[in-house]
Nanobody
Framework: VQLVESGGGLVQPGGSLRLSCVVTGFTLSAYYMRWYRQAPGKERELVAGIISAGGSINYADSVKGRFTMSRDNAKNTVYLQMNNLKPEDTAVYYC???????WGQGTQVTVSS
């Protein structure tokens, strides 16, 4: 089982990024998936979660209306589209499969002018 995130980087406030998480070793379509983030000196925070069929998505209040989580089961990939980024979104972002308790290595997102 492996989860590999990509797509992070440095972006100015108000900018956008799309994170990807490619999974191998299990069939993505059968699993609920989540995105978390962890800022320096802070606890890991749940950002969004999506059911296996993709029809129900939950978001943290801090990202509602700005972030969109999606999945492409055929590509074994989950995404996090992040718009109108703010400096407080700066963190390492991780994808997570709760049922397998598997984590990716994380991808750094830095929002700064």
């Amino acid at each position: 089982v492996q989860l590999v995130e990509s797509g992070g980087g440095l972006v100015q406030p108000g900018g956008s990024l799309r994170l990807s998480c490619v999974v191998t070793g299990f069939t993505l379509s059968a699993y609920y998936m989540r995105w978390y983030r962890q800022a320096p000196g802070k606890e890991r925070e749940l950002v969004a979660g999506i059911i296996s069929a993709g029809g129900s998505i939950n978001y943290a209040d801090s990202v509602k209306g700005r972030f969109t989580m999606s999945r492409d089961n055929a590509k074994n990939t989950v995404y996090l589209q992040m718009n109108n980024l703010k400096p407080e979104d700066t963190a390492v972002y991780y994808c997570h499969c709760p049922r397998l308790d598997s984590w990716g290595q994380g991808t750094q997102v830095t929002v700064s002018s």
